[in-house]
């Protein structure tokens, strides 16, 4: 089975703070996104990587970065966490299949942001 | 106008009931189409793909309309576990890692 690990589970940051979460996926994929969901928003991607040392801006880049040194990790940072940054952060990993693509979501990471 | 709109509920239905999930998308593009089971609290996951013929999976049936760019879900015999937020869930790229776009998600709640 495909197993994608977030760091923590639940996180309590202070304003101005910066936050690094981890994603690790142990299937060798070569795609993976960071998301955030929120009520009434559904998931908004934030920032995805084909390959090592690449990365792409989803739809809501603003306020965050990422690193991915590694095939297996894609990091998630806050460069200086704000109010609005409160949130569920799901992390996903993909390899690209027949007809498309199914991604496989980490257990997530209650952001929140005092 | 969402990229990927659906209804989203809730719908409370009795067990045994036959529910319907609806969902439209806006890019004519769009590659591929599935529909994600989320769980309360817990990470979204697949739970089918949906193919322009429609395809049954046991209790569920999806369908694919890309002339209207409409997508459904069909659940028959609705048991207490399916109670769950169903997520439609569109392809707009159609090649490497191809990026998904997910609607809003559809509350069910299936009362005993």
């Known amino acids: 089975d495909v197993k994608v690990t977030q760091s923590s589970r639940y996180l309590v940051k202070r304003t101005g703070e910066k936050v690094f979460l981890e994603c690790v996926q142990d299937?060798?994929?070569?795609?993976m996104f960071w998301y955030r969901q929120d009520p009434g928003l559904g998931l908004r991607l934030i920032y995805f990587?084909?390959?090592?040392?690449m990365k792409e801006k989803g739809d809501i880049p603003e306020g965050y970065s990422v690193s991915r040194e590694k095939k297996e990790r894609f990091s998630l940072i806050l460069e200086s966490a704000s109010t609005n940054q409160t949130s569920m952060y799901l992390c996903?990993?993909?390899?690209w299949g027949q007809g498309g693509e199914t991604q496989y979501f980490g257990p997530g990471t209650r952001l929140l942001v005092l | 106008r969402k990229e990927v709109e659906q209804d989203p509920g809730p719908f409370n239905v009795p067990e045994g009931a036959t529910v319907a999930f609806n969902c439209t998308y806006s890019?004519?593009?769009?590659?591929?189409f599935f529909w994600y089971r989320q769980d309360c609290r817990k990470e979204p996951k697949l739970l089918m793909s949906?193919?322009?013929s429609g395809n049954e999976d046991g209790r569920f049936t999806a369908q694919l309309n890309r002339a209207s760019q409409y997508i459904s879900l069909l659940i028959r015999d609705s048991k207490l576990s399916d109670s769950a937020t169903y997520l439609c869930v569109v392809n707009i790229l159609g090649n490497q890692g191809g990026k998904l776009i997910f609607g809003q998600g559809t509350e069910l709640s299936v009362k005993p």
């Open positions: 949906v193919y322009s």
């Open positions: 990587s084909y390959d090592v040392k």
């Open positions: 996903a990993s993909s390899d």
């Open positions: 299937m060798d994929h070569e795609n």
């Open positions: 890019n004519s593009a769009s590659q591929s």
